[in-house]
């Protein structure tokens, strides 16, 4: 077994992933307070909430970023905030993708090479990595654009390329962190159709950060994060394409 497999422990719950009364605060000043949230294979959840109520810390909780002061934040079944970092890093290399507001391309790296990064950096030889990058670029509308890096590209592009690299490497959870805040609403809705889409061919899980209610429509469910905890549920309509 490779330390990026995690098994599940005996009689664990049906969820992929969870964070159970999870605190943690940032010198004297709480982020989460006793925060519990349970997600499902295949699930698409969106976390909402105003600014500064600690949705974004409960991602990077979820995602094994951050460690959190009490609790327990499960990844099939297993702890993972009890792991060592390297154990953490290699879950989030091999079984995690993630996409940030800004994509957070490597500006020196070609489209091809950003979105190719995941499986170079799980062995993945270049020739095939680069070809698998650059099928995901054609399915993104991107084909043509192998070559240009991030200072060449539009914002929507950018952040289509950010995608394909979250999605280039099949992770069980695409942890995206308010996917669509730098785009116009027409080309947000673009980048959320393709995550959908890709996220249900593939059954990747989704957990997304966004104060947006056109993109949380996107989901299954609705989480709201107020004061620290997650206040409510309900169900989030699904938007047409």
């Known amino acids: 077994m490779s330390g990026a497999e995690v098994p599940a422990e005996a009689g664990s719950p049906s969820f992929l992933t969870e964070a159970r009364d999870v605190a943690l ?22 976390i ?5 109520s600690g949705k974004t810390t409960l991602l990077h909780c979820l995602a094994g970023i951050l460690t959190p002061d009490a609790g327990e ?23 995690f993708g993630f996409v940030f507001q800004f994509g957070q391309l ?14 170079l950096l799980g062995g993945t030889r270049r020739a095939a990595a680069l070809k698998e990058a650059g099928t995901w670029l054609e399915r993104l509308g991107l084909d043509g654009l192998e070559k240009r890096r991030s200072g060449e590209l539009s914002g929507g ?37 393709l995550l959908v889409a890709a996220a249900r061919e593939q059954g990747t899980t989704v957990i997304v950060v966004t104060h ?3 993109v949380a429509a996107y989901a ?13 549920f309900s169900a989030a309509a699904q938007v047409s394409s």
């Not at 934040?73 to 079984?95: P, V, W």
């Not at 994060?225 to 997650?230: A, F, N, P, S, T």
């Open 73 to 95: 934040i499960r990844f099939a079944g297993r702890r993972i905030d009890t792991m060592g970092e390297t154990e953490r890093s290699t879950l989030r290399r091999d079984r």
């Open 48 to 52: 909402m909430g105003p600014s500064g």
């Open 220 to 232: 299954d469910r609705e989480v709201i994060v107020r004061d620290g905890k997650v206040s409510s």
């Open 212 to 214: 947006e209610p056109r």
């Open 157 to 193: 592009q950018a952040q289509r390329v950010a995608l394909a690299r979250g999605l280039v490497a099949r992770p069980e959870i695409l942890f995206a962190d308010e996917p669509t805040g730098s785009l116009d609403s027409l080309t947000g809705e673009q980048v959320m159709d």
């Open 106 to 119: 490597v500006p020196e790296l070609t489209a091809e090479e950003n979105v190719a990064l995941p499986l």
């Open 25 to 46: 605060s940032f010198g004297r000043t709480p982020a989460l307070r006793g925060a519990s949230l349970s997600v499902a294979a295949g699930e698409i959840v969106a």
